[in-house]
């Protein structure tokens, strides 16, 4: 197992790369809407709590625009002037396949639990990795897109 180092400078954050992968672990968050399917896709949006989290994703995604500075990029992260949501909201993907979703979820217990049942304004704790940046060929765009890993709902 080999572990990457960080190209961008942070402070002690959870942060771990693993073959170009970018992930952060433990992070704190609500649920702002519960999973919901586009296209055959699942998503979740989580509001982000930590600071320190939500430096790091910009930092990823400004040291993205830096290097290819002559195209669209749709950022990762809401924020307040940005369909009138509230800040620091951050949209992932779950993957899903087979009819189920293929992450584990945990009650405050830490027994299984559907991610169905993740109602809004939970609490909870969140691992996640940048997926990629994808590409929109019609627009000529790239947006940051970010991958649930582990969900754990946290106690009030």
Known sequence: ?????????????PIF?????????????????KPYEVNKKWYIMIKILDNNIIDSIHKTDEAFISKFSNTFFKKSMFTNCDLDLTPNILICKIPYRYK??????????GHFMSCYDFLINDLVS???SHACF???????SYISSWKLLKIKKLKL
């Open 126 to 128: 969140c691992d996640i």
């Open 100 to 109: 189920k979703f293929e992450i584990s979820s945990f009650d405050e217990d």
């Open 134 to 140: 994808s590409s929109n060929t019609s627009s000529h």
């Open 1 to 13: 197992m080999d572990i990457i180092s960080c190209p961008i400078k942070f402070s002690s954050l």
């Open 17 to 33: 790369y693993f073959k170009d992968k970018f992930f952060l672990n433990d992070v704190r968050c609500s649920i702002v809407r």
